[in-house]
């Protein structure tokens, strides 16, 4: 796909220029890929970046938003299967420094979730803000299991790797 920014992280991310987490990129679809970040301080955390340089939802295209769509909610089916959440947070700023491209975070709402990190103050359970970081290990073992969901239950045509 056309349309990178070589300033843009995700964008660099994207083409394989660099990488941005130390778990293995989930899964690739037509229009999105799908990746755990890392580190993170919770489990269960999922991000989906659109693979063209793109910086608002208003931008997608009809076959990228109902794709995102069909994504998303699968996504959250796999949680929910895997984890037993009681909800999931769907999230989109794309606004801090390197990241303009357009991504969604689909966090893992446990049931006994510490009040630090409800609704938008999750957001500190990532990156720098990170404390006590789930191991590479965990954060890989969820992105296999989540891939095996994903393969088993999304339409075979959406499906690139």
């Known amino acids: 796909m056309g349309n990178f920014d070589e300033n843009c992280l995700s964008c660099q991310s994207i083409q394989g220029k660099i990488r941005l987490s130390k778990a293995p990129r989930i899964l690739e679809t037509n229009y999105w890929v799908v990746e ?33 769509g069909k994504l998303s ?32 975070h689909i966090v893992a709402r446990m049931p006994e979730w510490p009040e630090a990190l409800m609704g938008p103050r999750v957001m500190k359970a ?11 290990e965990e954060a890989t073992a969820l992105a296999l299991e989540m891939r ?11 499906i690139i790797k």
């Open 73 to 104: 909610h699968i996504i959250c089916q796999a949680l929910h299967s895997i984890m037993k959440t009681e909800k999931e947070y769907l999230i989109q700023f794309s606004e801090s420094d390197g990241f303009p491209h357009l991504h969604l």
């Open 148 to 158: 095996e969901y994903l393969l088993k239950h999304l339409p075979a045509d959406l």
């Open 36 to 68: 755990t970040p890392t580190p993170i301080s919770v489990k269960g955390w999922v991000i989906l970046a659109i693979k063209r340089h793109c910086i608002a939802i208003h931008e997608l295209t009809t076959e990228e938003m109902v794709e995102l």
């Open 126 to 136: 990532m990156g720098d803000w990170a404390e006590n970081p789930i191991s590479t």
